[in-house]
T-cell receptor
Framework: DAKTTQPNSMESNEEEPVHLPCNHSTISGTDYIHWYRQLPSQGPEYVIHGLTSNVNNRMASLAIAEDRKSSTLILHRATLRDAAVYYCILNRSGGSNYKLTFGKGTLLTVNP | KAGVTQTPRYLIKTRGQQVTLSCSPISGHRSVSWYQQTPGQGLQFLFEYFSETQRNKGNFPGRFSGRQFSNSRSEMNVSTLELGDSALYLC???????????FGQGTRLTVV
């Protein structure tokens, strides 16, 4: 499985943008980039995913580098509720062995 | 629509016993995956079921098993419980294999 590398922790202030980086230098052409987050005492929550183009949804934006070896999850205005562990995961499409391989993720702290 | 429902939410068992956990996926979702989360190992993939068939299995001993019913509901079973099986067990459902996964709140299993 292709691996991802994320910083262990990041800190942000409320109502400021947050850019969470992820490196995936061994990504293959059929790997989608998925982001999930886990709030305290809850199961993981889907945030966003993309293949090659940048993606936006109501929760966040995903910026994917042209060579696809890295990506950045962007929270446009952080709130206290965004404090969570964020996981960047590569998900191979069309494969028979579908599974999500979680790393340690990035612990995001949001200061009021 | 209702989310992924896991029962029970909390469970205390004694070493050597067996346990069955239940997961009801989102209506219409046919793929169900199970994950174990512990402080030391993080989130680890257990197995995935689709159309009542196990499609993929993680690196866990044979004491961990599961099944999926025709209505997509799934159960996982752990036999001969060990102290190290104490963990949060999470179930996730997807509309199709590889699409965004929706997680339940989990079942917190404590083995004493």
């Amino acid at each position: 499985d292709a691996k991802t590398t994320q910083p262990n922790s990041m800190e942000s202030n409320e109502e400021e943008p947050v850019h969470l980086p992820c490196n995936h230098s061994t990504i293959s052409g059929t790997d989608y980039i998925h982001w999930y987050r886990q709030l305290p005492s809850q199961g993981p929550e889907y945030v966003i995913h993309g293949l090659t183009s940048n993606v936006n949804n109501r929760m966040a934006s995903l910026a994917i580098a042209e060579d696809r070896k890295s990506s950045t999850l962007i929270l446009h205005r952080a709130t206290l509720r965004d404090a969570a562990v964020y996981y960047c995961i590569l998900n191979r499409s069309g494969g028979s062995n579908y599974k999500l391989t979680f790393g340690k993720g990035t612990l995001l702290t949001v200061n009021p | 629509k209702a989310g992924v429902t896991q029962t029970p939410r909390y469970l205390i068992k004694t070493r050597g016993q067996q346990v069955t956990l239940s997961c009801s996926p989102i209506s219409g979702h046919r793929s169900v995956s199970w994950y174990q989360q512990t402080p030391g190992q993080g989130l680890q993939f257990l197995f995935e079921y689709f159309s009542e068939t196990q499609r993929n299995k993680g690196n866990f001993p044979g004491r961990f098993s599961g099944r999926q019913f025709s209505n997509s509901r799934s159960e996982m079973n752990v036999s001969t419980l060990e102290l190290g099986d104490s963990a949060l067990y999470l179930c996730a459902s997807s509309l199709v294999r590889g699409s965004e996964a929706f997680f339940g709140q989990g079942t917190r299993l404590t083995v004493v």
